[in-house]
């Protein structure tokens, strides 16, 4: 199996900034594009940032010059710096990757638990 485990989340006013971090282990082969996700309550998951094996990155227009995804490919590890933050940006944030397990051909797809952002006005 491969999990993902998002860090960082927590409290903050709105300008601060936070560094969310989401690591991924077990038994990988390889790992792809890694997204970051967000849902706020009553609303549709959505993404936030996204970032190939390459370091191509894609961003909605809602987090453009705000937000920062980069990827350590050794640790298997996926950031997302935050700054500017907005009392709109509150959610629960979740990592997300497409990984192939070693000794296997098939690409699953892998979910983190989620990471609480809050950001106070």
């Known amino acids: 199996q491969v999990q993902l485990v998002e860090s960082g989340g927590g409290l903050v006013q709105a300008g601060g900034s936070l560094r969310l971090s989401c690591a991924a282990s077990?038994?990988?082969?390889?790992?792809?594009?890694m997204r970051w996700y967000r849902q706020a309550p009553g609303k549709q998951r959505e993404l936030v940032a996204a970032i190939t094996s390459g370091g191509s990155t894609n961003y909605p227009d809602f987090v453009k010059g705000r937000f920062t995804i980069s990827r350590d490919n050794a640790k298997n590890t996926v950031y997302l710096q935050m700054n500017s933050l907005k009392p709109e940006d509150t959610a629960v944030y979740y990592c997300n990757t497409d990984a192939r397990r070693a000794g296997t051909t098939r690409w699953y797809d892998y979910w983190g638990q989620g990471t609480q952002v809050t950001v106070s006005s």
């Open positions: 077990g038994s990988i082969f390889s790992i792809n594009t």
